[in-house]
């Protein structure tokens, strides 16, 4: 890339990051009541999202070769009993993943 498409490249991040950043606030504004429909969004994305999240990560496991699956069920587990313990999001994220880098680092090679 030269200078200038390398300008115009972050000049674009910078703008479309700003838009995402400041078009909520301009579009719904504090002295309106907030559309009942983004309110629904607001309670059923987290959980979509995670959903989309847990099946992506597991598309690829098979349970007929290699490990069988048995890392990512394991680690499955240890973010379920963490986040039903300490009820802490990053706390079972960070558990799971150390977990699962743990056992294909060390257990299942």
């Known amino acids: 890339m030269t200078i200038p498409q390398q300008i115009i490249t972050v000049a674009m991040i910078v703008l479309g990051t700003m838009l995402t950043r400041f078009l909520p606030f301009l579009v719904f504004r504090s002295d309106k009541p907030t559309p009942k429909y983004i309110q629904y969004l607001g309670k059923v994305l987290p959980a979509a999202?995670?959903?989309?999240?847990?099946i992506y990560?597991?598309?690829?496991?098979?349970?007929?070769?290699?490990?069988?699956?048995?890392?990512?069920?394991i680690a499955i587990l240890v973010v379920i009993g963490l986040?039903?313990?300490?009820?802490?999001?990053?706390?079972?994220?960070?558990?799971?993943?150390i977990?699962?880098?743990m056992l294909v680092q060390l257990v299942f090679k």
């Open 99 to 101: 977990c699962y880098m």
């Open 83 to 97: 986040h039903l313990w300490r009820k802490q999001m990053l706390l079972s994220i960070a558990g799971g993943t």
């Open 49 to 54: 999202v995670f959903g989309l999240l847990v």
């Open 57 to 73: 990560c597991l598309k690829n496991v098979s349970i007929f070769s290699g490990s069988h699956g048995l890392p990512e069920l």
